[in-house]
């Protein structure tokens, strides 16, 4: 009998019509899980309706896809993500992707929102499709600083940089915001690099998971990127020594 309670408990925990479950574990509304059988346990959850947590400049806001729109963008998404451990993933505290479009954060467009104390990165899967692997990444590196800000030492990190350059005081109050490839060397893969440190080391792991091409050329035409690189690099491998940046 208690076994059997065990299996009922489960069976309604990642229930998709137990929405106030979900709600109980990431405080989002409108979920249900659009599939949780994965290789590395990452729990895959969709927007039923629109919805909205916090208030006024600190809320986050997201419409609901339908299915047949993530269905579309799914295998992508599972692709990407599916290349971090479960071990990696417990040590970033990454359990949830929530999927929804028209994401939009303090009334700002936004392509994800990471939070290591939910677990939960929501993505908008609409975001534009030129960057859409790269912004994967780009958040999965935010879970990551943030759960090991020891580890990335902004100081150390801007000493890498032309000592004349200075990064904005947050990303939102920045005007650099394109995300294409810089074709000058200078330090930076995008001028969106360019925002933050926190933002910087963002975009270098992004590429790293996505374009070793493009990380390659720019290594040997950049000692700045290439210092930058190194950094991650052996960061990542401090956290998990099994950690694989090749796809």
Not at 58 to 83: E, H, P, T
Not at 175 to 194: D, V
Not at 196 to 215: H, I, K, L, Y
């Amino acid at each position: 009998m208690f076994f059997f309670r065990i299996i009922i408990f489960f069976l309604l925990l990642f229930s998709p019509v137990n929405a106030n479950t979900i709600y109980n574990l990431i405080k989002i509304p409108n979920l249900e899980i659009y599939q949780d059988n994965t290789s590395n346990g990452l729990k895959y959850l969709r927007a039923t309706k629109p919805f909205k947590v916090g208030i006024r400049n600190n809320s986050v806001d997201c419409l609901n896809s339908s299915l047949k729109s993530i269905d579309k963008k799914f295998i992508l998404i599972k692709n990407n993500l599916g290349r971090y451990s479960p071990n990696f993933l417990n040590k970033i505290n990454l359990k949830f992707i929530v999927l929804c479009e028209n994401l939009i954060v303090s009334e700002i467009s936004a392509a994800g929102v990471p939070n290591h104390k939910m677990r939960t990165l929501i993505v908008d899967i609409n975001f534009d499709k030129k960057f859409f692997e790269r912004v994967l990444h780009h958040e999965v590196f935010h879970l990551i600083y943030d759960t090991h800000k020891s580890y990335f030492s902004e100081n150390d990190w801007k000493k890498f940089n032309n000592s004349e350059f200075k990064y904005s005081e947050c990303s939102t109050c920045s005007n650099r915001l394109n995300l294409n490839l810089l074709e000058k060397n200078n330090g930076f893969f995008t001028e969106y690099s360019m925002s933050t440190a926190s933002e910087d080391m963002a975009e270098v792991f992004s590429f790293m998971m996505t374009d070793m091409e493009a990380v390659k050329y720019k290594v040997s035409k950049d000692p700045i990127l290439n210092k930058k690189i190194l950094f991650i690099k052996n960061r990542l491998v401090e956290i998990d020594d099994k950690f694989n940046f090749i796809k």
